[in-house]
């Protein structure tokens, strides 16, 4: 009987660790999605910045005389 008991509390011992890394790993997920937005926005806001001045650097060259005139 003691054996079973033994095994019994290893088992619930075992049980209460992997709830316990289950939590930890979930809030590692959750962390990285968060950062993974965070990036996601950041990089879109870039893109649309050197876009712009993609854009802008075209137009000023076309308005711009050649340096011989």
Known sequence: MDD?????DEL???EAFHE???ET???CLIDQQR???DLH???ITLSSKLAEKTEDSQISL?????PHY
Do not use: G, S
Request: proline content about 4%; cysteine-free.
């Open 25 to 27: 790993l979930n809030q």
């Open 41 to 43: 926005n950041q990089l």
């Open 12 to 14: 619930e011992q075992r």
């Open 35 to 37: 950062q993974i937005e």
């Open 62 to 66: 076309l308005d711009e005389r050649p």
């Open 4 to 8: 079973l008991r033994a095994r019994v």
């Open 20 to 22: 316990l890394t289950i």
